[in-house]
């Protein structure tokens, strides 16, 4: 079975910073995630004026769009 180990001196400040951004990726990606659902709810249900609508929907397809230029993916990160 592969496996994949990550070693960090702590003692290193660039090595804690690295090793607290991996400890917190998987809070970060649902912190983004939440945002995205956020959005899409707002979209669905919320009771927006058609401006409002609209730059909450940009700022719901530009999330996804920072994301995939990114070559990050909520399915792959959460899921």
Known sequence: MPKAILEYDLE???DRDAH???VKS???AIALWEMDQY???ECKYGELSDDAY???EKAREKL???LN???L???ELIH
Do not use: G, K, Y
Request: a negative charge; proline letters at 0%; zero cysteines.
């Open 12 to 14: 290193e400040a660039a």
């Open 20 to 22: 607290i951004r991996a």
């Open 26 to 28: 998987l809070d970060m």
């Open 39 to 41: 959005l899409r709810a």
């Open 54 to 56: 609209t730059a909450t």
């Open 64 to 66: 996804r769009e920072i």
């Open 69 to 71: 230029e990114n070559n």
């Open 73 to 75: 993916s909520f399915d």
